[in-house]
């Protein structure tokens, strides 16, 4: 499984970006795919998640109604979108995958298999 993502860069508090994960190497509807961050000097953290159907969502309690997590199984791409930045969303954002938990939603780093590289997103105040 190979996860690229893009779409990471600098806009003020208040604006606006949106995050994609392309998948290739495995059939996509068939895995779950999440967001990641690791903000200045922290640990990773888990952002958001969307099941292989796209019926469950999950997201961390800072972002929920500003950030919107999605999927596009015929492209092979799941997004986010991230409305209302603010200057604590700096960090690394990382796109994961996996087809297997224990439970849901999949919070720990340990849960997810499959990592893309990391795209920075930048909020200035």
């Known amino acids: 499984v190979q996860l690229q993502a893009s779409g990471g860069g600098l806009v003020q508090a208040g604006g606006s970006l949106r995050l994609s994960c392309v998948a290739s190497?495995?059939?996509?509807?068939?895995?779950?795919v999440g967001w990641f961050r690791r903000l200045p000097g922290q640990e990773r953290e888990f952002v958001a998640a969307?099941?292989?159907?796209?019926?469950?969502?999950y997201y961390r309690e800072s972002v929920r109604g500003r950030f919107t997590i999605s999927r596009d199984n015929d492209n092979n791409t799941g997004n986010l979108q991230m409305n209302g930045l603010r200057p604590e969303d700096t960090a690394v954002y990382y796109c994961v995958a996996d087809n297997s938990f224990m439970k849901w939603p999949p919070l720990e780093v340990e849960e997810w298999n499959y990592w893309g590289q990391g795209t920075l997103v930048t909020v200035s105040s």
């Open positions: 190497g495995v059939t996509f509807s068939n895995y779950a």
């Open positions: 969307v099941s292989w159907s796209g019926a469950k969502t």
